[in-house]
């Protein structure tokens, strides 16, 4: 039987951004194939969160692309990807809370390209004066990171409708990032 890879993947991505401290007994179950099977593709926790951050960075590439952030004013530009970036939240969700993904010289180097292209994007809405100067780029970037994280968990457990989600998280991080005119 043929193991597809990026199947048992999104399983695996499926469960535990539902449960995150789910064993390999259980992410094999939810995909499906036995823990043997599991264990030729992906050598432990390991190897897999590694795959996940795979296709996690993957996937919120593509978003950054579907985006198109350098088209129209930033802030137009930051609520299409705040959308666009809705269907890989869950598993940016599991990913940001991996500590050892982030933790010395092994860190991919998409999580760089990742905050280069956002940050860029805060960037040249302070430049256009759309956005407060006075919070750096960096931290704007790991803001949206945060609410997106956050507006995905609270989907998955139903305190928010899926719905809202982009709504919320735009209404959010825009309110506190906008430049406000002073009377």
Request: charged content about 30%.
């Amino acid at each position: 039987m043929t193991v597809d890879r990026e199947q048992v993947l999104r399983s695996a991505a499926a469960l535990l951004t539902r449960k995150s401290t789910a064993t390999m007994d259980e992410v094999a179950r939810a995909a499906g194939i036995s823990r043997a099977t599991l264990h030729r593709q992906f050598a432990g926790r390991d190897a897999l969160v590694r795959a996940l951050e795979e296709l996690g960075i993957r996937e919120c590439e593509a978003a950054l692309d579907r985006a198109r952030l350098g088209e129209g004013r930033a802030e137009e530009a930051l609520r299409r990807l705040i959308a666009e970036t809705e269907q890989a939240a869950p598993l940016l969700a599991l990913l940001v809370t991996e500590n050892q993904l982030f933790e010395g010289e092994g860190q991919h180097a998409g999580w760089a390209r990742l905050d280069a292209r956002i940050a860029a994007l805060f960037r040249r809405g302070q430049e256009t004066g759309e956005f407060r100067i006075d919070l750096t780029p960096a931290w704007l970037t790991e803001a949206l990171y945060g609410l997106i994280g956050s507006g995905a968990w609270a989907v998955q457990d139903g305190r928010v409708a899926a719905k809202d989600f982009s709504y919320m998280i735009a209404e959010l991080l825009l309110g506190g990032a906008r430049r406000s005119v002073e009377p």
